[in-house]
């Protein structure tokens, strides 16, 4: 290893994982090519963030964990966002096996990226947001997500939706074009105006929140990136997949650089 990236490699980013239902046994998992791309293009080490019970949502332990790690990830999921568990993520004390409805809510989750959204931001941590990621900054914050994109409008449900017909891989292509706004957190990112990105979901935001600058745009209009307004550092939420194509894709490469990058600035302004 160079000594560059050994350097790099000494921030430790926090990633979000999700909580699995099989045979009534809870388990945590998350896809390995976001740990991947955070090892090879970003250059930092990792951690798997646990996903939270209604009664161990405490935000002293959570802050606890965040003031250990220089970074947080926060992932993509197929499962939508239960907005009330995010906003308040103690709230819902039902029974564990209603907690987690496979494939549509992931409330263990949603708490899990409301306490730690909340440490990061508190203590002004570098933050990418991945798709569910990206959403969830957004209903953190205040705002509102179309419930389905298809409803809103049947091209926009196709322009953004998987392609369940398609091998894996390939319905991680690049599947429009977005518009990048020349004068946000962004722009010296990726460097251009107009760039072409995969897309992989079926909600989007509605109201972006107060908090948030829209940084990128799809043809339809739909948010693709934001960033937290007065951020110390880089805090920023794209809708689409820069992990998966992230060794051949250049705007991937430069996003998950920069994100490294942040994490080894603020992890030596902890260490001094
Ligand atoms: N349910 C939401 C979130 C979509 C999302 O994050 N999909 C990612 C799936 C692939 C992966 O986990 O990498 C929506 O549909 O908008």
């Known amino acids: 290893m160079r000594l560059q990236q050994l350097e790099r490699a000494q921030a430790v980013v926090a990633v979000t994982s999700n909580r699995l239902l099989v045979d009534d046994v809870h388990r945590d998992w998350l896809r390995r090519k976001y ?109 509102t997500l179309r419930p389905s994109l298809a409803a809103w409008r049947p091209e926009s449900g196709i322009m953004h939706a998987e392609k369940p017909d398609r091998p894996r891989d390939r319905q991680y292509d690049a599947a429009h074009s977005v518009s990048v706004s020349s004068d946000g957190a962004l722009f010296p990112i990726a460097r251009t105006i107009e760039a072409q990105v995969n897309s992989l979901h079926n909600q989007g935001i509605e109201a972006l929140a107060p908090a948030l600058r829209r940084e990128a745009w799809a043809p339809d209009g739909l948010v693709e990136a934001v960033s937290v307004i007065g951020a110390p550092t880089l805090q920023i939420g794209v809708q689409w997949h820069p992990e998966w194509h992230v060794s051949t894709d250049l705007l991937s490469k430069q996003l998950f650089k920069a994100f490294g990058e942040a994490c080894l600035g603020y992890c030596r302004t902890k260490t001094g």
């Open 35 to 143: 740990v991947q791309a955070l090892h090879h293009h970003a250059g930092v080490s990792c951690i798997i963030l646990p996903t939270i019970d209604a009664k161990d949502a405490s935000e002293e332990v959570a802050m606890a964990i965040m003031r250990r790690v220089d970074g947080l990830m926060l992932t993509g999921d197929e499962s939508n966002i239960d907005p009330t568990v995010l906003t308040a993520p103690a709230s819902f004390t039902d029974a564990d096996e209603q907690d987690v409805e496979p494939g549509i809510l992931d409330r263990p989750r949603d708490r899990l990226s409301a306490m730690s959204i909340q440490s990061a931001i508190a203590l002004g941590m570098p933050i990418l947001g991945i798709c569910r990621g990206l959403q969830e900054l957004n209903v953190y914050f205040g705002g």
